[in-house]
């Protein structure tokens, strides 16, 4: 069976750090990339970064770009994501997903989403 388990998420303060986890099971990064999304309250969840081990590869939406790190720990079959310098307006529900490798780059990893994990929710307070 197909599971993305995050976790990591939590109150924090603006400028403070949060490291997400993404521990997959049922499949490995050798079938999918690891997209990571989130949606904030009242708006279209959207992609935040993605990695793939199929051409070694890490893509991040502009807002993100500097701030967050994307990696994956290929033995313990988890994704990370670091997250810094973190501001309100990254408070949402993160989320990971299996990606289909031709969709990991370009910001096009919603569309190219095979399973998702249930979120995790980040808040930052000014």
């Known amino acids: 069976e197909v599971q993305l388990v995050e976790s990591g998420g939590g109150l924090v303060q603006a400028g403070d750090s949060l490291r997400l986890s993404c521990a997959v099971f049922?499949?490995?990064?050798?079938?999918?990339?690891i997209g990571w999304f989130r949606q904030a309250p009242g708006k279209e969840r959207e992609g935040v970064s993605c990695?793939?081990?199929?051409?070694?590869?890490?893509d991040y939406t502009d807002s993100v770009k500097g701030r967050f790190t994307v990696s994956s720990d290929k033995a313990k079959n988890t994704a990370y994501l670091q997250m810094n310098s973190l501001k309100p307006e990254d408070t949402a529900v993160y989320y990971c997903?299996?990606?289909?490798?031709?969709?990991?780059?370009?910001?096009?990893?919603?569309?190219?989403?095979?399973?998702w994990g249930k979120g995790t929710l980040g808040t930052v307070s000014s």
């Open positions: 997903a299996a990606v289909s490798f031709s969709y990991c780059s370009g910001s096009y990893y919603l569309y190219g989403v095979n399973y």
């Open positions: 049922g499949f490995t990064f050798d079938d999918y990339a």
């Open positions: 990695i793939s081990h199929s051409n070694g590869t890490t």
